[in-house]
């Protein structure tokens, strides 16, 4: 029987030793997940998601960034020789295709808000409304030259100014009609849609008595109390999308 009770407490105590090294063992392993889990938990900790958050929500900001420095192309223009009147026309269109692109971005993106609202409409007044004026003006004292008359002068700075102050007339009325939101429809006809007309006729008709015209009528036309679809009635733009008439045509024929 003294055999009986020594034989457990031999077998206990051999196998005491190995017990450390187990529990060592497991805390190594126990180490090397954890340090997996926290690599994880880096990942999708509220730091990371914050960053990514705000990469996307300033995806359409960074696009309007690009209208912004078209319009300041058009206005250093008048200043740096080397910048052509074709290299002007095409700033204004490739801020238009920004222009479109970020409010497209933020609609597929869901991050519209009051500031990029804003942000948006204050970079149309840089490239669409004030780059072009300048542009204008510009172009009309190259062409007649330092012999024009005080009268052919001052109708030059008067439709430029006027352009440029129906510009932000316009878009100041946008900021308080809309409230900071992005509507589905301008009043008057909105500064990109004057800016096609007045830049590539600035750039290629400089010196016409028919240009002034142009642009007084632009400047009227931006400041009327009428309200214009925003897809200007070539395309139809939602809250989530935007189709073209022919697209619209397509799925009603469909339904």
Same mark, same amino acid.
């Given at each position: 029987s003294s055999c009986r009770t020594r034989l457990p407490a031999l077998i206990g105590r051999s196998a005491r030793p190995d017990l450390p090294s187990v529990h060592?063992?497991?805390?190594?392993?126990?180490e090397l997940g954890g340090s997996a889990e926290m690599a994880d938990d880096d990942e999708d900790s509220p730091t990371g998601r914050e960053t990514r958050n705000f990469i996307i929500r300033n995806i359409p900001n960074a696009i309007t960034f690009v209208t912004v420095f078209s319009g300041f192309l058009l206005m250093v223009s008048t200043s740096v020789p080397g910048i052509s009147p074709n290299m002007c026309v095409f700033a204004t269109f490739l801020?238009?295709?920004?222009?479109?692109?970020?409010?497209?971005? &933020?609609?597929? $993106?869901?991050?519209? #808000?009051?500031f990029g609202a804003t942000f948006d409409q204050l970079a149309d007044l840089t490239?669409?409304?004030?780059?072009?004026?300048?542009?204008?003006v510009r172009q009309q004292q190259l062409a007649?030259?330092?012999d024009a008359s005080?009268?052919?002068?001052?109708?030059?700075?008067?439709?430029?100014?006027?352009?440029?102050?129906?510009?932000?007339?316009?878009?100041?009325?946008?900021?308080?009609v809309h409230r900071g939101d992005r509507p589905l429809y301008f009043v008057g006809i909105p500064?990109?849609?004057?800016?096609?007309?007045?830049?590539? &006729?600035?750039? $290629?008709?400089?010196? #016409?008595?028919?240009l002034p015209v142009l642009i007084i009528i632009l400047s009227g036309m931006m400041v009327m109390p009428y309200h214009v679809p925003k897809g200007l009635w070539i395309f139809t733009v939602t809250d989530t999308s935007v189709a073209s008439a022919c697209q619209r045509r397509s799925s009603d024929k469909k339904e």
């Open positions: 060592k063992h497991a805390g190594v392993h126990q801020g238009l295709c920004t222009d479109i692109l970020d409010g497209q971005a &933020a609609r597929v $993106l869901r991050v519209k #808000s009051k490239c669409f409304g004030i780059g072009p004026a300048i542009f204008y007649m030259g330092n005080v009268m052919m002068q001052a109708i030059t700075v008067v439709s430029g100014y006027a352009y440029m102050a129906c510009s932000v007339f316009r878009i100041s009325r946008e900021l308080v500064t990109n849609l004057a800016c096609v007309f007045a830049v590539p &006729a600035s750039a $290629l008709c400089p010196g #016409s008595p028919l």
